[in-house]
């Protein structure tokens, strides 16, 4: 995207700001930066496609998803998980030296439990004559790994949804046919459910799973047990990413084309459908990102947000104001005119052991 002329932190209301560490995966990196809220570079993380797996220089020369990470998971003792969009996934000591890769198709997202597993969307080529007979589609599954990398389980939504109430979904207007094969979900956020919710939508009890499916711009709930969609909703965003469950059980999510063109960030109520918070811009400028886009509710009441197309990174207040404002310094072009996407960003707890960067 056209760059802005501002470059790193340019906002810092230290008074109303919820002061932290700042995890970002960026355009320009295959790798992880942690910054302060100054903007200067506390620790790095990365691993280049073809250090994993030398043997698919092919695959990094012609895939656009081997060029850098588009999510990274940050253990408390230093370690960090990156995804290589559609190729996989690798684990790094805080040193950047790689534990353990896992490939399979791994894209977008992946959420590390409690207890170790990590809760991967993975996708493959499948030819299914129900959803066409011209050409593939590309089916996503949750793919379950123990802490070491080794598959545990796999759950294709596909059949998810085949198994559910739900299936006519994916006769939506939505589905987009390509040249080669249909992108029929396009899953970038993936969720274990802790219970909060089950009071009032027996669906999300704990150890089922929130998706978001951009095709199909609907947040889905799957019981992996039972392998079947058992909740769906749709119609009040389009191409949505980074769906999370608040305490209080509202969904908070980045709208990416469902503000007439523009984008907004929409906290509401699932029960009810009302809209409770939203944040579009400081009105002047518009909020908007084509595509990717994150959202997180800071324990202040705070939201931070990546307006990933333009490279910023902004911390708003209930109100809308502004107390915090990153803009990505990855730049390119003849003159630095060009800035790279910062694909998500993410307010480390104040809990969250750092020790390791000593």
Not at 202 to 215: I, V
Request: net charge negative; proline share 3%; with cysteine.
């Amino acid at each position: 995207a056209k760059a802005s002329s501002s470059s790193g932190v340019t906002i810092h209301d230290d008074s109303r700001s919820w002061e932290g560490l700042n995890l970002y995966v960026s355009g320009d990196f295959p790798g992880a930066r942690l910054i302060d809220m100054e903007g200067d570079l506390v620790h790095e993380w990365h691993c280049e496609f073809t250090r994993a797996w030398p043997d698919r220089q092919r695959e990094y020369a012609t895939d656009r998803g081997a060029q850098n990470w588009f999510h990274a998971h940050l253990f408390e003792n230093g370690d960090i998980i990156g995804v290589f969009n559609g190729l996989g996934i690798v684990k790094l000591d805080q040193d950047s030296n790689l534990l353990w890769k896992y490939s399979e198709g791994s894209h977008h997202h992946l959420h590390v439990a409690d207890d170790g597993r990590i809760f991967v969307i993975t996708r493959r080529d499948l030819f299914t004559p129900k959803i066409s007979r011209a050409v593939d589609i590309l089916e996503d599954a949750i793919t379950v790994l123990d802490a070491d990398g080794n598959e545990l389980d796999r759950v294709s939504l596909l059949d998810a949804f085949w198994n559910s109430d739900y299936a006519s979904m994916l006769k939506s207007p939505a589905v987009r046919l390509g040249s080669q094969r249909i992108d029929l979900f396009h899953t970038n956020r993936i969720v274990l459910l802790d219970g909060t919710l089950e009071d009032r939508i027996p669906a999300f009890r704990k150890g089922n799973l929130l998706l978001s499916l951009r095709e199909l711009s609907a947040l889905v709930v799957v019981d992996p047990e039972a392998e079947a969609v058992v909740w769906a909703m749709s119609g009040m965003w389009l191409e949505q990413h980074c769906p999370s469950v608040m305490d209080d059980g509202d969904i908070l999510l980045f709208d990416n084309q469902g503000d007439y063109g523009s984008s907004r960030v929409l906290e509401f109520d699932p029960v009810t459908q009302a809209i409770d918070w939203s944040y579009s811009g400081d009105g002047e400028t518009d909020l908007y990102s084509g595509r990717f886009g994150t959202a997180q509710r800071l324990p202040n009441g705070n939201t931070l947000i990546a307006e990933s197309h333009y490279g910023r990174a902004l911390e708003v207040t209930p109100d809308g104001e502004t107390v915090w404002e990153f803009h990505n310094p990855a730049r390119a072009g003849d003159s630095g005119e060009l800035v790279a996407n910062l694909f998500e960003i993410e307010r480390l707890p104040r809990e969250f052991d750092t020790g390791w960067l000593d």
